[in-house]
């Protein structure tokens, strides 16, 4: 798959082409609607965790799963059903997902048990694939400056919702149950299926049919169940333990003969040739940090915000205060997607992906600094908002640009999978740190997390770099 390098602001309209519509501000708002659905789903239970673990009898290790589940089918089915609208049509395939996503939903708030509930949020992970349908669908029926607006309103809407969430999800628990997180979803879920059907065209033909890849579905599917049960379990089951290096390994070896599985398919779900070039690889490097660093706070910010003032270092605040105090910092995502097309005008795609990482790399160091301080936590949290809103625009981008159209659902697809295993990599992580500083000197641990956060941001910032010099060079 060659990489291009017309950035898509830079794609002037064709107004003979039947497929570009004449109502991009609705197109745009339609599918941003889809992809917030989706990410408000992925941390929407977290302050729920241990209210669902008490009312379903769960131990902490079950209720961790709520979340890992959805991380994982997810990971597993982004680029699949990505892959299935290149060949069905992205628009058909969006609405069939978000369909699926609000049944799953509705089957989540009727949960009698821990185990329903965990198969509802397996269905549910089928919605990551939203984002790279929703990306390929803007790049079909958008053209000019409305489609780099697109590409920065839509994965605006990723960081948005999951720090919204927070918010969101401690107001209705405590004023009403976890079960209300469940029925709302639905409703915003089927108000954006409503949207998608009423505004966004069909766009342009599907791709010329073909087999269905079962081998390399299979393969994907077993080698990142392993990999990130490893890392996202690892903790619980400990590092070195038979179930931790069994998984991996076998995660790995799978993932290993996709690979040569796929070089020789003529229609593979996973078009693993992408990786030689070395864009598209740095910008998957890139993407693993913009995954990584803000689940870091997602998992720790609402642990030591809502530890007792009386320990010395935790903040005192409600379920629902903790979630207000992580508000600011979700708008900045948003508004940080909104003004990544102006600094890619400015500086060029490469640069501004530097300037996502470096941005979120002060707000950890910041975090890192000053994690006692609740005023100084509020203002770091936010600053990261900013850079991860622009870092979350700028990957999308820097993948769409590097792929042909008929291909965009399953490059971005695949990209989905890159940030989600960034993502499921920030739990483990912050429970070992915080394990390891016990309760001698716990809040070393959330300093050491978020300095983590920072030398992770600090790696995108090389890599961005590297990837605006390649770019500089093939220019």
Do not use: K
């Amino acid at each position: 798959m060659p990489p291009t390098s017309t950035p898509v602001d830079e794609v002037a309209p064709d107004r003979t082409d039947p497929t570009i519509t004449r109502h991009p501000a609705r197109v745009t708002f339609a599918l941003s609607m889809a992809v917030l659905a989706f990410s408000l789903m992925q941390t929407l239970v977290v302050p729920a965790l241990p209210t669902l673990g008490r009312e379903l009898g769960a131990t902490a290790q079950g209720t961790g799963w709520i979340l890992t589940a959805f991380l994982l089918a997810g990971a597993v089915l982004a680029p699949v059903v990505g892959n299935l609208g290149d060949r069905f049509g992205h628009r058909r395939v969006l609405l069939a997902t978000i369909l699926v996503f609000a049944a799953a939903t509705l089957a989540a708030a009727a949960a009698p048990s821990l185990g329903v509930l965990l198969a509802a949020r397996v269905v549910q992970g089928v919605s990551t694939a939203t984002f790279p349908l929703a990306l390929a669908l803007a790049r079909q029926v958008l053209a000019g400056p409305r489609l780099a607006a697109a590409f920065g309103w839509i994965p605006g809407m990723i960081g948005l919702g999951a720090g919204a969430a927070l918010v969101v999800g401690g107001v209705v628990v405590d004023a009403l149950s976890w079960r209300w997180l469940f029925v709302l979803g639905a409703v915003l879920i089927l108000g954006s299926a409503v949207l998608v059907a009423a505004w966004v065209p069909r766009g342009g033909a599907p791709a010329v049919q073909r087999r269905t890849d079962w081998p390399g579905i299979a393969l994907l599917a077993g080698g990142l169940v392993g990999v990130l049960l490893a890392v996202s379990q690892g903790g619980t089951w400990g590092w070195t333990s038979a179930r931790t290096l069994g998984a991996g390994v076998a995660g790995l070896v799978l993932l290993a003969l996709l690979v040569l599985v796929e070089l020789r398919s003529p229609a593979p779900v996973v078009d693993v040739r992408t990786f030689r070039h070395g864009p598209i690889v740095l910008v998957s490097l890139l993407t693993v940090a913009v995954g990584f660093v803000p689940y870091v706070c997602y998992v720790a910010l609402p642990l030591l915000m809502q530890a007792p003032a009386a320990t010395g270092y935790g903040h005192g605040m409600s379920v629902t205060v903790s979630g207000l105090a992580m508000l600011p910092s979700a708008v900045l995502v948003f508004l940080g997607g909104r003004t990544t097309p102006v600094l890619v005008r400015r500086v060029g795609a490469g640069r501004t992906g530097a300037v996502a990482a470096a941005v979120m790399a002060l707000g950890a160091a910041g975090l890192a600094l000053w994690p006692a301080t609740p005023w100084a936590v509020v203002v770091a949290f936010s600053v990261l908002g900013l850079g991860n809103g622009i870092g979350y625009a700028i990957c999308a981008q820097l993948v769409v640009m590097s792929s042909p159209a008929t291909e965009t659902g399953a490059a971005t697809g695949l990209n989905s999978v890159v940030r989600t295993v960034g993502s499921a990599a920030a739990a483990p992580v912050v429970t070992a740190l915080l394990a390891a500083a016990g309760s001698a000197e716990p809040v070393g641990g959330y300093a050491a997390a978020f300095w983590v956060a920072t030398a992770v941001s600090v790696v995108g910032v090389a890599v961005a770099l590297v990837l605006a010099a390649r770019t500089r060079r093939a220019g």
